[in-house]
């Protein structure tokens, strides 16, 4: 699947922490993982994975990053300001990297991909009754977002 280029300025939910997002998206999902629960503040997250490369951070960033799981877990970052998420980055091998950005980062979400899957559903608060695929467990949680690469 090849979906439209993203060229926009994307930031956190109070406007302080803002970066560069061009590229072309690789997918969207749903997480619905306790990690995703608790830095959201939302029963799930609604997240565009993109490559590293489409994501530019500004010199000075007003936000932090985290790893809240042992490798090979996520880099997230949450605004100093908001506390609300602002990007994560997963390295995959040395110069590959994934982004992940919540589509409610983006200030233009009607050119952004539709939703695949869901992911993390055993650990889900709310029942989805749409037809999209629902995968719970760890493992095959995070091959359904590698199968998007592909
Ligand atoms: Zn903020
Ligand atoms: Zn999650």
Redesign the pocket.
Known sequence: MTYKRLTQTAS??????IFKVDGTPIGRFKCHCTICQTLYKKPYADVVMMWGGAITLPDVQPFTFRKYRPPPALRRST?D??G?PVVGFLRLAPFVRLAFVQSANFPDQSVLPPTSVHIFYHSRVKDFEDDLPKVSGYWASELAVTKLLF
Not at 12 to 17: D, E, I, P, T
């Open positions: 956190c939910q109070c406007g302080q922490s605004c300001m908001c609300a």
